[in-house]
């Protein structure tokens, strides 16, 4: 074996370890969306569930408040996670699995209308495409963002900024099971600078 090949395999181990996706990046992303959309709106959460080997931890968003419209975001997801289940159940699929499945699902839903929400407030995303199971719905990653034409978040700055946004958000509840972040919450504008 040449002296030469180990470098070039480390470099290539460093290079594959930097392109894996995080762990958890729904709860990141999750994490992002909500720091995206705190200008404009109050949100009420709770705690992330506890983490399981399948399920990650993700906060329960209750709540969505804006100027003149109120969303019962935890409501609507629990409806389309329920037409989710009984559609699998009618297509054949075992109750039990589809109840696995569901969980899978809510998380989904809750960060996919999230990002729905940022983009009819004027965000725009470049996505990767993650990989989908036959039996769950997909969340695309967001790996730039851009706001009224302006990219505003490059690749680094996304996911240095999700991991800002989580560890707020975490730090929040301190000894509290749910909370209420005001819009324009301060601490999760300092997350995105742009929007300082």
Same mark, same amino acid.
């Given at each position: 074996?040449?002296?030469?090949?180990? &470098?070039?395999?480390?470099?290539?181990?460093?290079?594959?370890?930097?392109?894996? &996706?995080?762990?958890?990046?729904?709860?990141?992303?999750?994490?992002?969306? #909500?720091?995206?959309?705190? &200008?404009?709106?109050?949100? +009420?959460? %709770?705690? &992330?569930?506890?983490?399981?080997?399948?399920?990650?931890?993700?906060?329960?968003?209750?709540? #969505?408040?804006?100027?003149?419209?109120?969303?019962?975001? $935890? +409501?609507?997801?629990?409806?389309?996670?329920?037409?989710?289940?009984?559609?699998?159940?009618?297509? $054949?699929?075992?109750? !039990?699995?589809?109840?696995?499945?569901?969980?899978?699902?809510?998380?989904?839903?809750?960060? !996919?209308?999230?990002?729905?929400?940022?983009?009819?407030? $004027?965000?725009?995303?470049?996505?990767?495409?993650?990989?989908?199971?036959? +039996?769950?719905?997909?969340?695309?990653?967001?790996?730039?963002?851009?706001?009224? $034409?302006?990219?505003?978040? %490059?690749? !680094?700055?996304?996911?240095?900024?999700?991991?800002?946004?989580?560890?707020?958000?975490?730090?929040?509840?301190?000894?509290?099971?749910?909370?209420? #972040?005001?819009?324009?919450?301060?601490?999760?504008?300092?997350?995105?600078?742009?929007?300082?």
């Amino acid at each position: 074996m040449d002296s030469t090949e180990k &470098p070039v395999r480390n470099a290539r181990r460093r290079r594959e370890k930097i392109e894996k &996706p995080e762990k958890d990046y729904e709860m990141l992303q999750q994490s992002l969306l #909500i720091a995206l959309a705190s &200008p404009y709106c109050e949100i +009420s959460l %709770s705690k &992330p569930l506890t983490k399981t080997k399948t399920i990650p931890p993700i906060f329960k968003i209750q709540n #969505i408040k804006f100027e003149k419209e109120e969303m019962d975001f $935890g +409501s609507v997801v629990e409806e389309k996670t329920k037409q989710i289940v009984s559609n699998e159940v009618n297509h $054949g699929i075992d109750e !039990n699995k589809a109840k696995r499945h569901s969980e899978i699902n809510r998380i989904s839903i809750a960060v !996919n209308m999230l990002f729905d929400i940022c983009l009819e407030l $004027g965000y725009f995303f470049t996505l990767k495409k993650s990989r989908k199971m036959s +039996s769950t719905i997909r969340i695309d990653r967001i790996e730039q963002v851009y706001l009224n $034409g302006s990219l505003i978040l %490059s690749k !680094n700055q996304v996911k240095e900024s999700s991991f800002k946004a989580y560890n707020i958000l975490n730090a929040l509840f301190d000894t509290k099971e749910t909370i209420v #972040i005001p819009q324009n919450c301060y601490e999760l504008k300092e997350v995105i600078p742009s929007l300082s």
